[in-house]
């Protein structure tokens, strides 16, 4: 069955990644009902989606390590394109799917709808669908 991830995203990549990769690592080999990350749903700016907005520097460090294995932007990439990067080439192996939505983040009603027909997509009122996590800690607030 497994775990789609429901996540806002701003220009900081590692909001997203650090937590699915602590899940990865931590619940992963135990986890029963499939994968611990099927699934990522980020919901985002059009600006970050674009690369209009720049992402924040960041870094992609092994989990648990403190030895940088890679720098992904100095400036020139999008926090979408990062986190995408992570979750193709990392321990993950390409095997999680990535849904963009693009949103105004300043239109809360607009917000709310957006999450509310991907919950639907994922799990149809009356009917057995995915496990379906919040990431709270990441990307833009007012989602």
């Not at 993950?92 to 239109?107: C, H, R």
């Not at 991907?118 to 009122?125: N, Y």
């Not at 009917?127 to 007012?142: E, M, P, Q």
Request: charged share 20%; aromatic share 10%.
């Amino acid at each position: 069955m497994g775990v789609v991830h429901f996540t806002g995203l701003g220009k900081s990549p590692g909001a997203v990644t650090s937590g699915l990769a602590y899940l990865k690592h931590e619940i992963g080999p135990s986890f029963e009902d499939g994968a611990i990350v099927e699934a990522v749903v980020i919901f985002t700016s059009k600006e970050v989606a674009s690369g209009k907005e720049k992402s924040s520097p960041a870094e992609h460090n092994e989990y648990m390590k403190r030895a940088v294995r890679k720098t992904w932007t100095r400036g020139k990439r999008n926090a979408v394109e990062i986190v995408n990067g992570f979750l193709q080439k990392s321990e993950f192996n390409g095997n999680v799917e990535v849904y963009l939505v693009q949103i105004d983040v300043n239109d809360f009603g607009e917000c709310f709808e957006a999450v509310a027909k991907a919950l639907l997509r994922f799990h149809s009122p009356g009917k057995v669908g995915k496990h379906i996590w919040a990431n709270l800690t990441g990307g833009t607030n007012v989602l």
